[in-house]
């Protein structure tokens, strides 16, 4: 019985240290998807001419996943014609950190408020600043990453010769 419950703890440590590694691989790919969503809506604005919600909406599986839900969030905005509120825009988004939720929603706010031009000067902006905290969250993630499992790997060995 014992071992059972040592196992578990260990188990649990483990578990710990990768739901840690996880949100720093989620912020990474989650900026990366960004900085390529900057990219499409520059391109789509200026030449297609289609409508935000038709964008957002023509997005294959692979960018929904790594949005977190964030699209859906604006296309809800969109069609409820509501005030876009941080609680509104980041429904369900744990991994952010507060400036980089204030850029994100500064960013949505500003989507279809201006001219052409303006709009794809705007975008290309956020797309450099947006590539600033992709590298950021990239290296976070290749430090903190690896480094939260074998912490968790760590801490359960600790538990188990603690209790042995």
Request: charged letters at 25%; one cysteine or more.
């Amino acid at each position: 019985m014992k071992f059972i419950l040592l196992g578990a703890l260990m188990f649990i440590c483990i578990f710990i240290g990768y739901i840690i590694s996880l949100k720093y691989s989620r912020r990474a790919k989650f900026f990366k998807t960004i900085v390529m969503l900057c990219q499409k809506l520059n391109v789509e604005i200026n030449f297609s001419r289609e409508r935000l919600k038709a964008l957002f909406l023509s997005f294959d599986e692979k960018t929904q996943k790594q949005l977190a839900s964030l699209d859906k969030n604006y296309i809800e905005y969109l069609e409820n014609n509501s005030q876009l509120t941080e609680e509104n825009l980041f429904k369900g988004i744990t991994f952010l950190k507060q400036n980089e939720k204030d850029l994100l929603l500064l960013f949505f706010k500003s989507l279809g408020r201006s001219d052409l031009a303006s709009q794809s000067q705007e975008l290309s902006n956020y797309e450099k600043r947006f590539t600033e905290f992709s590298e950021l969250s990239s290296s976070e993630n290749k430090k903190f990453g690896s480094l939260s499992i074998k912490l968790g790997i760590i801490a359960g060995l600790v538990v188990v010769v603690l209790f042995c």
